[in-house]
């Protein structure tokens, strides 16, 4: 599977954005996909995660409430809607691929990344 990200970019406070992953590659659907971010300095965490069936979703708290994840299997896409955005969401956010077996929060559980595309919320 190839991930391709887009849709970063700069806003201010409270604004949004939305990130989009486009896939390629056999059986999209049958892999969990997730977002991660990575701030300078920091170590990647995880952002939100939906499962292969879309039936369930996992957000980390510190984005619960504001963002939303979803996936289209037909069109091999997954989106990352970010509401009130705050400055501590600046990072760079990749979109991974992983086992539908597997914890959807762990990093070490997605075998396929996306380039990253860089969000900043100025203050």
């Known amino acids: 599977v190839q991930l391709q990200a887009s849709g970063g970019g700069l806003v201010q406070a409270g604004g949004s954005l939305r990130l989009s992953c486009a896939a390629s590659g056999r059986a999209f659907s049958s892999y969990n996909m997730a977002w991660f971010r990575q701030a300078p300095g920091k170590e990647r965490e995880f952002v939100a995660a939906?499962?292969?069936?879309?039936?369930?979703?996992y957000y980390a708290d510190s984005v619960k409430g504001r963002f939303t994840i979803s996936r289209d299997n037909a069109k091999n896409t997954v989106i990352l809607q970010m509401n009130s955005l705050k400055s501590e969401d600046t990072a760079v956010y990749y979109c991974?691929?992983?086992?539908?077996?597997?914890?959807?929060?762990?990093?070490?559980?997605?075998?396929?990344w996306g380039q990253g595309t860089q969000v900043t919320v100025s203050s």
């Open positions: 939906i499962i292969w069936s879309a039936r369930n979703t």
């Open positions: 991974a691929a992983g086992s539908p077996y597997s914890a959807p929060q762990l990093t070490s559980n997605y075998d396929y």
